[in-house]
């Protein structure tokens, strides 16, 4: 797959989260199979989503950097997916993998998650005006 269609993947799952009501995305392209997206999207109760990607789409879309932040409408931490490489001992079996819930102090082990299920879990939590 080409970075371009993996762009507008990004832009169809978004598109498709019915708390969003504002996106604020930079899409940077890194060579063909390879990009870097950032930014925030705003959801209907006032909370903020941040997310990061380096991707290569070459093979498989491979997230070699990932991070998805969910803020409340308070300003307070829901929870923080990445794979930063820390945690070693606390999440050994996800490895970088893992969530940070309600709090950054609270990590626990987690799979990657993709972006889609991210804004599934997002959905479940926002409540629709």
Not at 62 to 72: G, K, N, P, S, V
């Amino acid at each position: 797959m080409r970075i371009e269609a993996y762009f507008r993947q990004i832009e169809r799952i978004i598109e498709a989260c019915s708390v969003i009501q504002l996106s604020n995305l930079t899409y940077e392209k890194r060579g063909t199979h390879e990009g870097f997206i950032r930014g925030e999207l705003y959801s209907v109760d006032g909370s903020t989503f941040h997310l990061r990607e380096f991707v290569d789409v070459e093979i498989t879309a491979d997230r070699l950097m990932y991070a998805y932040q969910f803020i409340d409408s308070s300003k307070n931490l829901v929870f923080r997916y990445d794979n930063t490489g820390h945690h070693k001992k606390l999440c050994l079996s996800t490895y970088p993998h893992h969530k940070h819930d309600g709090s950054e102090d609270n990590v626990i082990p987690s799979a990657a998650p993709d972006l889609a299920t991210v804004l599934q879990e997002i959905e479940s939590l926002v409540q629709l005006p």
